[in-house]
């Protein structure tokens, strides 16, 4: 099992940024990919960025392309998601989830991960 931790949102105003990050544990020394999602209310959960084991692999929607960067530091079982430039659109729950499977890929369909967090706010005003 892999237990995962988002931290990191919080309100800011548009056009700031926001350093969200996804602390791992349990089965960590066993390689997994790690998408990033976002659910605002009313709206299905969608994909915002991910990222494959040893980084090889990294994938962002159309959305958050040029405004968000995914990293990870397998060291430190963490995965960080810098965002900047943040709209009101952006606004939403976000959640780490944990593929075990792929590993050196990134899916962008929920059904792929094993594992979720409990998901952190980000409240983007205008």
Known sequence: ?????????GLVQAGGSLRLACAGSGRTSSPYSVGWFRQAPGKEREFVAGISWRSE?????????????????????TVVLQMNSLKPDDTAAYYCAADIL?????????????????????????
Not at 1 to 9: F, I, P, Y
Not at 103 to 125: E, F, K, N
């Open 102 to 126: 792929r590993t050196a890929v990134v899916s962008t369909t929920t059904w792929s991960y094993d594992y979720w967090g409990q998901g952190t706010q980000v409240t983007v005003s205008s």
């Open 57 to 77: 692999n990294i994938h962002y929607s159309s959305s958050v392309k040029g405004r968000f960067t995914i990293s990870r530091h397998n060291a430190e079982n």
């Open 1 to 9: 099992q892999v237990q995962l931790v988002e931290s990191g949102g």
